[in-house]
């Protein structure tokens, strides 16, 4: 089955075609981070309109790349949240009108289904169930994965998402935006234990994280000591990085051993860093669970993630019809008992 994935939920324009939820035939991916940057961050009505202009270039694009037209589609998929609603809108209303035009099936896909379904186009894919953690611009979760779009969130973020941490940390410092990565190429040659920095909530068995006080952290150290440079802007870099990725792993390490889950991938754009696959990949020798790590490509938001989610919801005979609408805010169901704070 070859399924078409649309996806415009923050910054980036996607379509990609996957053959039964495995083979990525295209993925195209168009960025619009020169249209953010003056602004260091993402102004939703600049994303809206990129998005309008982008979306039929870059379907385009897919299905050529693709080698098929529509009449070789057998299924559609979109992110339908969660995600900026004006931005959501673009490639849902793009499927609707593909699916009715044509008489293809459509579903709607969750964005983080999505980042959990990128591992599933890689040649070594984890078994059910396993433990996630997924960590990007907007989202960190810790989540049991038991089945294709069948999840249970066991820990999430209170406040910033790690890859805010890292974007909002990168304007702090003057790195332009989105600063994750450079904060990573930066971190690479320095000291992580040059400056003290905190990790927020690691002291109880709590599952939730929390950034905003390291943001605070980095502050308060700007403003005593300026943005510094070279070497010792490396270390701040290295530090600052090293703050959010022991977190990170401490946590999942721990939630794995409690749960008993052997096998543990993590996705999203955080997931491309380069410290953090360090990092849960030494955990992973020590503690003896298998880590599953999509490429850096697939870490942040593309299309061929929401067709392999899609492709399982198609095949289980799930059609959304044109009442499906974007939506804001989208939570991953819970765990009926919530470890104590
Ligand atoms: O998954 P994604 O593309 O979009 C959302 O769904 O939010 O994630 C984007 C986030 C941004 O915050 C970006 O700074 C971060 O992923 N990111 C990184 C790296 N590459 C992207 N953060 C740290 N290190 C990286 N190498
Ligand atoms: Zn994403």
Redo the contacts with the bound molecule.
Sequence with gaps: MRVLGLES??D?TAAAVVEDGVRALSDVVASQHDVHRPYGGVVPELASRAHVVNVVPVLDQALAKAGVGLDGIDGIAVTYGPGLVGALLVAVQTAKALAWARGIPLVGVH?LEG?LSAIYLEPAAPPMPHLALIV????TSLVRVDDHGVVVELGRTRDDAA??A??KGAKLLGLGY????V??RLAATGDPKAVAMPRAMTARANDDFSFSGLKTALLHHVRAHGVPEGQALADLCASYQAAIVEVLVRKTRRLARREGLTHVQVC???A???GLRAGLAAAAAEDGFTLYVPPPAR???NAAMIAAAGYYRLARGERADALLGATANLPLPRRAVDVAP
Aim: charged share 20%; net charge negative.
């Design positions: 939920s923050c980036e964005h980042h990007s611009g907007g989202h890859g805010e890292f974007d989105p600063g994750g990565a904060i990573d999203g754009g955080v491309a860093n380069r870490c942040t938001d």
